[in-house]
């Protein structure tokens, strides 16, 4: 199988988190910082708005023991942008395009296991394409966020911007207050 990747996923081989991760399985679930998580029996996905949320993630999956890279290669984790695919060499793992249901207009990101011979991509509980991140992707580079992006109200966990560009919302996640 393959796990969807939206805006900047954190990807983590399934053998690494049951081999390695103190607690295995069960305790990787209590740190899951967001709603974002999809797994198949191969790969597990987070999905963050911001390259700093994803720094703090991989730093605590470091602490825990998992590695990230060595020699500039991704060991048991690795980082995918949703528009670039891998951000490190990475012999585990590959990132490509797919159409949903064969539909040219709902292509979404993907990362699935080298050689693996699943086919289906998974998603997040309640994923839908209709205003996903695949959809509607708008990517706002970190130094012009506070530029060019107005700042609305925190909701449920979420801080709100006006893109003034598009004229819609945009939600960035937080991982701690």
């Excluded at 390695?20 to 198949?40: L, S, V």
């Excluded at 959809?135 to 130094?143: G, I, L, N």
Aim: proline share 4%.
């Amino acid at each position: 199988m393959a796990v969807l990747v939206e805006a900047i996923s954190v990807i983590i081989r399934v053998t690494a988190i049951h081999q390695k991760y103190p607690g295995g399985w069960e305790a990787f679930k209590r740190i899951i910082p967001n709603q974002t998580m999809c797994a198949d029996d191969e790969l597990i996905r987070l999905g963050f708005m911001t390259p700093d949320a994803v720094k703090a993630f991989v730093s605590s999956l470091q602490k825990s023991g998992l590695e990230f890279l060595k020699d500039g290669k991704a060991i048991d984790v690795a980082v995918a942008d949703q528009m670039r695919g891998l951000t490190s060499k990475c012999h585990w793992a590959e990132f490509g395009r797919i159409n949903l249901g064969g539909k040219q207009n709902q292509k979404v990101g993907a990362c699935l296991l080298v050689d693996s011979q699943l086919i289906q991509v998974v998603m997040p509980p309640d994923w839908k394409f209709e205003g996903s991140q695949s959809q509607t992707f708008a990517f706002v580079p970190t130094e012009h966020a506070q530029n060019g992006m107005q700042f609305l109200h925190h909701e449920n966990g979420l801080d709100v911007y006006l893109n003034p560009i598009t004229g819609k919302e945009m939600y960035v996640g937080r991982t701690g207050e």
